[in-house]
Structures are given as structure tokens and as C-alpha cells.
């Protein structure tokens, strides 16, 4: 696709619900990034994939959260037993295949807002 | 540890003026990127400017320009002639020391424009 694709934009669950958060990268993008940006906050990372391998996962706050991108594309943010301080706007990135630097320009999707209750 | 630090939280500028977004940060990186990322309130996130640490020479796109003080470790962002569509969340960024993806954010300046 053109740009990079999230879905839903929005979301709402209840305490305890588990959610499922899709990313579309850019066509032939090697990196895939998820960012969490809490209100007011600036994007914290969670994780990295180059193709399917999941290189970097010291950010994902706590093991109720996975992320998966089984085919080298499409990306899964899951979060198990949602809990309020979950609520945010979870950014995905994609770029072309980095060296030992980070990508020249990440292209960022514009986000699904969760909202726990 | 690494930090990214923006000590402004608001700014405004009167619109076709100039205004100067500040950022200090903090790295044992010795090679690296430093970028600036503008987020407008449809939360894309957009690539503003780029500086490449090896390089003395501050980065220029079009109407905006950087002021890279390597050992001073300050990266601040100038944006000449604004515009309306300037209004934005802006982001400074730099490396973790983490992999490659693992970047910091600052909290970010929310920059107003006025006609």
C-alpha cells in the first residue's frame, strides 16, 4: 500500500479483555517497529522485527503483551488481560533494511488508540 | 543512561516569523542519528529533519534547519517563515543504545501558529 496501515484506529475494551492490534507495513519493508505513546507522552518502543524475527522485545512492558509478524508483513500486537494502564495510542513504523544504524526514516501508521475501562 | 530532553512544552510563533525548538540529549553512542519528528493531530507521525552525528555540517530541509552542537549535545530545530500547517507536536529523537529500532522520544513541544 501506499503508507502504512493500523487497525482499528480506535478501541475500547473492558478490564480483562484480551485485543488484537493489526499493522500493514509499507510493501518490502524489512523493519516493523511498535511504538506505545501515553497521553502527553512521547512514543516508547516495545519492539523491532526484521522479516518475521522478533530481534528486540526489551520494551513490551510486561508478558501480557506479544507481538507477532509470522510472514514478514503483516504485524499482530496482542495484549492479554487488558489492564487501565494499557490505555494508549500504539504507533507502528516500518522502513527499508537497517544497518548497524537506526533506519534513515521510520514511516509511521497513525495509530489505534486503545481505551480500557 | 540515554535521554532526550525537550524543556519546552508549548511554544507559538506568530505566523511567517521563526522559532527555535530545543533538545539536549544524552549518549555513550559515538556514531549515530539525531531526528525530529513532527505529529499533527492525526497522530502520523512525520519525518521533519534528520542529522547525522559524524557530519559537522547542520542539516537543512527546505525551511527547516537544525543547530547540532555535538559536544555540547544539543540539537535544536529552526523553522523559518512558518506556516499555519507548521502547528504540530514536535518530537526530538535519539538513539537508545539499544537495536536499531529502540529510539527515544522526548515528551515534545506542542507548537502553535498564529495567523
Known amino acids: 500500500g501506499a503508507g502504512v496501515s493500523q487497525s482499528p484506529r480506535y478501541k475500547v475494551a473492558k478490564r480483562g479483555q484480551d485485543v488484537a492490534l493489526r499493522c500493514d507495513p509499507i510493501s518490502g519493508h524489512v523493519s516493523l517497529f511498535w511504538y506505545q505513546q501515553a497521553l502527553g507522552q512521547g512514543p516508547e518502543f516495545l519492539t523491532y522485527f526484521q522479516n518475521e524475527a522478533q530481534l528486540d522485545k526489551s520494551g513490551l512492558p510486561s508478558d501480557r503483551f506479544f507481538a507477532e509478524r509470522p510472514e514478514g508483513s503483516v504485524s499482530t500486537l496482542k495484549i492479554q488481560r487488558t489492564q487501565q494502564e494499557d490505555s494508549a495510542v500504539y504507533l507502528c513504523a516500518s522502513s527499508e533494511l537497517t544497518g548497524y544504524l537506526p533506519p534513515e526514516k521510520l514511516f509511521f501508521g497513525s495509530g489505534t488508540q486503545l481505551s480500557v475501562l | 543512561a540515554q535521554t532526550v530532553t525537550q524543556s519546552q512544552p508549548e511554544m507559538s510563533v506568530q505566523e511567517a516569523e521563526t522559532v527555535t525548538l530545543s533538545c539536549t540529549y544524552d549518549?555513550?553512542?559515538?556514531?549515530?542519528?539525531l531526528f525530529w519528528y513532527k505529529q499533527p493531530p492525526s497522530r502520523q507521525m512525520i519525518l521533519v529533519i534528520r542529522q547525522e552525528a559524524y557530519k559537522q555540517q547542520n542539516a537543512t530541509e527546505n525551511r527547516f534547519s537544525v543547530n547540532f552542537q555535538k559536544a555540547a549535545k544539543s540539537f535544536s530545530l529552526k523553522i523559518s517563515d512558518s506556516q499555519l500547517g507548521d502547528a504540530a507536536m514536535y518530537f526530538c529523537?535519539?538513539?537508545?543504545?539499544?537495536?536499531?529500532?529502540?529510539?527515544?522520544f522526548g515528551k515534545g513541544t506542542k507548537l502553535s501558529v498564529k495567523p
Open positions: 549518549t555513550s553512542e559515538s556514531d549515530y542519528y
Open positions: 529523537t535519539g538513539p537508545s543504545g539499544g537495536s536499531q529500532g529502540n529510539l527515544i
